[in-house]
C-alpha cells in the first residue's frame, strides 16, 4: 500500500486559459508519490513530426522536501492532467504520461526553497528503451509498425495513408520497439513515393502514422479565418475573421545548394543488386517531382509557386540538366521469393523498374519542406484541447503583408512569398502561470498567388 506526501492542491481559476488539474509524481522504487499542480511555475511541452514522443521541460518550487524524500535518479513517472478553462463544460481534458529523464537543474531560492527543473520524456519511450525486438514480421510496412508499437507500449496507433508495399518481411535488426518502428518508417511510401510520419500529437493518447500525401489533400484547416501578422490591421473593420501572429522567425531558410549537394536537386543514383549483379541507374530531377504534385493539385489550386525555381542556369544551361552527384547504393531483391510459394519483400526490395524513386523522392520532398521553415507565435488555446490533433501535419494558412513602403496598407496587399498554406511540423506550447503560448514550427512546398486576398 503506497504513502503520500502531503498533497497540494490548489483552487481552480476560470479566469486563467488553462488549469493544471494535476501533476502527480510517483516512483516504483518508493511507495511515495506527490501532487505539485499547486507549486509548478512553469511547464513547456514539445512536440514533433519526425518524434513519436513529447517531450516536457517543468519547473516546480521545492519547500517540502520533494526531491528529498522522492530521490530523483531518472525513471519516475510525472502524470500531468491539464484543461483549457473553455473545455470545462465538455469535460475534455489532456493527460500525458512523461518519464523523469533527468533533473535538469536545482537552484536555490533562499535557505527552505529550490527551484527544481525537470526534463521529461513521454512514457512509452521508457517502456520502449528496455525493451528488445528481434522478430520476423511480414506484411505492409505501416502494419508491422502498429504491430511493434501496440504489443512492445501502452500506444495505440491510427494510420492515415496508403503504403506502396504490401509484401514485406523483414526481421527486426536488434531494435527497441520505437527505434524499430522508425526504421520501418524510412522504408513506407505512398505510391508517389511521398514519406510518411510517425508522431505523438498532444490532444490524443494515440500515435499516428500518416503520410504527407493525405496531409497536402486535407481541407486548410483555417481557410476562412488564416493567420496573420499585421499589426496595421488590428483595429481594422473585419479583422476579427483573422488569427492575430504575435511574433514569427523566417530564418534559415532557402538554401539551395545544400540540396543541391545532398543530392535532393539533380542527381544519378546506381542501385547495385548483390543477388543479380545487375545495376539500376536513375536520373532524379526535382523539377520532375513538383510537375507530378502539381499535375495532381496536391500542392493546392492557390499555390502557384513552388520551392524549386526551375529557372536557374548555370554556364547558360538549366541545373536540372545538370547531374550534381552520382550516387550509389548497395540493394538486394529475391531473398525470400520462392519460398512457401509466397512472394515477399525484404527491406530494401523493389520488383519494378524505377521503384527505388519512391525512396529519393520521400527524402527529397522532406528537404523542401524543411526549406523554407517559419515559425510563428500564437495564442495556445486552439490546440490544447484533449478530443483531437489540432497541430502535428495540420495544413493552415499564414499570410503576411508586403513590404513596399509605396503601398496602402489598409488595401491588405500581402507577401507572396512568405504567405501560403503551410504544414504543422512542430509545435511547443509554454504554460506560464495563467496563459499558454504556442509556437507553432511551419514548413511548406509552396507559395499562394495573387487571387488570394488579404
Known sequence: MSRSLPNISKTVDTSTE????????SSDRTEYSTEISAVVSEFVIHEHIEKPY?????????????????????????????????????????????????????????????MVVLHCTEYHMFESIVQNVNKCYNGPPSQIIKNIVTNYTNKKIVIDGID??????????????????????????????????????????????????????????NITTPYIYASSLANSEGISKYYAIEDYRYESSDNLTKLIQNGLVNSTYSFYDIHRGIPETLNFKAEN????????????????RYNYASDYKVR?????????????????????????????????????????????????????????????????????????????????RIIFLDTDPTADKTAGRKDLKKSGDYIIVGARHSF????VKTELLCGKIASLGEEIQV
Not at 488553462?18 to 509524481?25: F, G, K, M, T
Not at 506560464?432 to 496563459?435: M, T, Y
Open 18 to 25: 488553462y488549469i493544471l488539474l494535476s501533476a502527480l509524481i
Open 54 to 114: 513529447l517531450t516536457m521541460t517543468l519547473s516546480f518550487l521545492d519547500q517540502l522536501n520533494i526531491v528529498q524524500t522522492i530521490d530523483f535518479q531518472g525513471g519516475e513517472k510525472l502524470t500531468i492532467r491539464l484543461q483549457q478553462t473553455e473545455e470545462i463544460d465538455r469535460g475534455t481534458e489532456i493527460q500525458k504520461e512523461f518519464v523523469v529523464d533527468k533533473v535538469a537543474s536545482v537552484v536555490k531560492v533562499d535557505e527552505r526553497s529550490e
Open 164 to 221: 506502396s508495399v504490401n509484401d514485406m518481411k523483414v526481421i527486426i535488426p536488434n531494435l527497441n520497439p520505437i527505434a524499430a518502428a522508425m526504421w520501418l518508417k524510412e522504408r513506407t511510401t505512398t505510391g508517389l513515393g511521398l514519406p510518411f510520419f510517425l508522431f505523438s500529437p498532444l490532444g490524443v493518447n494515440n500515435l499516428v502514422l500518416r503520410s504527407l500525401e493525405e496531409m497536402l489533400k486535407q481541407t486548410v484547416e
Open 289 to 304: 517531382m513538383f510537375d507530378t504534385l502539381t499535375s495532381l493539385n496536391l500542392l493546392g489550386g492557390e499555390n502557384k
Open 316 to 396: 547558360d544551361k538549366k541545373i536540372s540538366s545538370y547531374s550534381s552527384h552520382d550516387i550509389t547504393k548497395i540493394t538486394s531483391t529475391g531473398a525470400y521469393r520462392g519460398r512457401e510459394n509466397a512472394e515477399f519483400r525484404s527491406y530494401g526490395d523493389e520488383t519494378l523498374g524505377g521503384d527505388h524513386n519512391k525512396l529519393i523522392t520521400s527524402k527529397a520532398i522532406k528537404g523542401f519542406m524543411s526549406k523554407t521553415p517559419l515559425m510563428i507565435t500564437v495564442k495556445g488555446r486552439e490546440f490544447i484541447t484533449g478530443n483531437n490533433n489540432y497541430t502535428l501535419g495540420k495544413a493552415i
Open 432 to 435: 506560464d502561470g495563467d496563459s
